[in-house]
């Protein structure tokens, strides 16, 4: 259902940009929601967006990231600037609707900052 894509390894200060593409157009009525999880560490929200295209960020990404939505192509964007090694984890996009109830991940795609 979900297919993230545009991680991999970038230095500290550069840029990527991850896409998360659902399958079904029941993107149009979902929250969608970028997490990351870091290697040992818990699973942590980035960044969700609302149907209507209202942002909520982790307050780590202090600016750096920006999520965006095209519901023409059902696909989520995540910006992310500034990368810093603690940024380094597994990203994973969640697609959540309230009715009907449906609660998708896809696998995730790895990005990796490190000098």
């Known amino acids: 259902q979900l297919t993230e894509s545009g991680g991999g390894s970038v230095q500290p200060g550069e840029s990527l940009r991850l896409s998360c593409t659902c399958s079904?157009?029941?993107?149009?009525?979902?929250?969608m929601a970028w997490y990351r999880q870091p290697v040992g560490k818990e699973r942590e929200l980035v960044a969700s967006?609302?149907?209507?295209?209202?942002?909520y960020y982790g307050d780590f990404t202090k600016g750096r990231f920006t999520i965006s939505r095209d519901d023409a192509e059902n696909t989520v964007y995540l910006q992310m600037e500034g990368l810093r090694p603690e940024d380094t984890a597994l990203y994973s996009c969640n697609l959540k609707t309230v009715t009907p109830r449906f609660d998708y991940w896809g696998r995730g795609t790895q990005v990796t900052v490190s000098p």
């Open positions: 967006i609302t149907t209507g295209s209202r942002a």
């Open positions: 079904t157009n029941i993107f149009k009525l979902a929250t």
